[in-house]
């Protein structure tokens, strides 16, 4: 498969840079399941851009009044 555009990845660092966020944050995100979606390549991670923007997108919100989603029991 081949593509008009090269997919872009960010490290920890560069993606806690990005968000003003500190690496350790991301790591425990990734330890509970939370945040973007990462690749992990010989212990190394990375995160593609196009997940990262996903991820933003999710998280987009009008206002503080706008409800977060709460998991379902069930």
Sequence with gaps: ???NHPIKHLSQRELSVRWTVSPRTLERWRWLGEGPRYLKIGGRVAYR??????YESEHMRASTAAAVPTPRVA
């Design 1 to 3: 498969m081949t593509t």
């Design 49 to 54: 851009l196009e997940d990262i923007e996903a």
